[in-house]
T-cell receptor, first 118, second 110 residues
Framework: DAGVTQSPTHLIKTRGQQVTLRCSPK?????VSWYQQALGQGPQFIFQ???????QRGNFPDRFSGHQFPNYSSELNVNALLLGDSALYLC?????????????????FGPGTRLTVL | RKEVEQDPGPFNVPEGATVAFNCTYSNSASQSFFWYRQDCRKEPKLLMS???SGNEDGRFTAQLNRASQYISLLIRDSKLSDSATYLC???????????FGGGTRLMVKP
């Protein structure tokens, strides 16, 4: 059973560029959440997608946008990159049909994409 | 004020020691509580959920105090492999946005 996968693993961009990160959820999961983790800090919620729609959004500017496809995979797009966007971007999947340990709707994280903006 | 606050540490303890971490949260509407573990340059992984009645999983014990809005994690008989960052997490309800604390770093020494 494949877990959550993300691509690419590392990425280097320059200020002003645009980037697209990809996530495939764990088998049986239908909900994808994206988080940004700056160095030395805890992850911060960006947004969550369910049934191809953004269901909830954190305190991030419109430069951050996303998409969910019919197969439940998701993309995170960031436009007009700033130096401060350098971080580890984590994707987490969950779903009503999920199985495994924990009570409730546990979110499983992928290994992340490390973005460096120069 | 951050929604979830933790002492960043690091906590340096010898093998076999007992160590406790606390976490406070500001949103009284929070419904679900978790401890996640994150190894260096890896993704967070769920360590345990935290229930109002308290719960134990082997050497790990989690407690929730809703009145004071704090959560604790106790690790007994520390192992070298327990060295990691422990993240306190709250959410309005399971499955929705997770709000993380900044993490507490634990280093267990031989």
């Amino acid at each position: 059973d494949a877990g959550v996968t993300q691509s690419p693993t590392h990425l280097i961009k320059t200020r002003g560029q645009q980037v697209t990160l990809r996530c495939s959820p764990k088998s049986g999961h239908d909900t994808v959440s994206w988080y940004q983790q700056a160095l030395g800090q805890g992850p911060q919620f960006i947004f969550q997608y369910y049934e191809e729609e953004e269901r909830q959004r954190g305190n991030f500017p419109d430069r951050f946008s996303g998409h969910q496809f019919p197969n439940y995979s998701s993309e995170l797009n960031v436009n007009a990159l700033l130096l401060g966007d350098s971080a580890l971007y984590l994707c987490a999947s969950s779903g009503i049909r999920a199985s495994g340990v924990g009570r409730g709707n546990e979110q499983f994280f992928g290994p992340g994409t490390r973005l460096t903006v120069l | 004020r951050k929604e979830v606050e933790q002492d960043p540490g690091p906590f340096n303890v010898p093998e076999g020691a007992t160590v406790a971490f606390n976490c406070t949260y500001s949103n009284s509407a929070s419904q679900s509580f978790f401890w996640y573990r994150q190894d260096c340059r890896k993704e967070p992984k769920l360590l345990m959920s935290v229930y109002s009645s308290g719960n134990e999983d082997g050497r790990f014990t989690a407690q929730l105090n809703r009145a004071s809005q704090y959560i604790s994690l106790l690790i007994r008989d520390s192992k070298l492999s327990d060295s990691a960052t422990y993240l306190c997490v709250v959410t309005p309800n399971a499955g929705n946005m997770l709000t993380f604390g900044g993490g507490t770093r634990l280093m267990v020494k031989p």
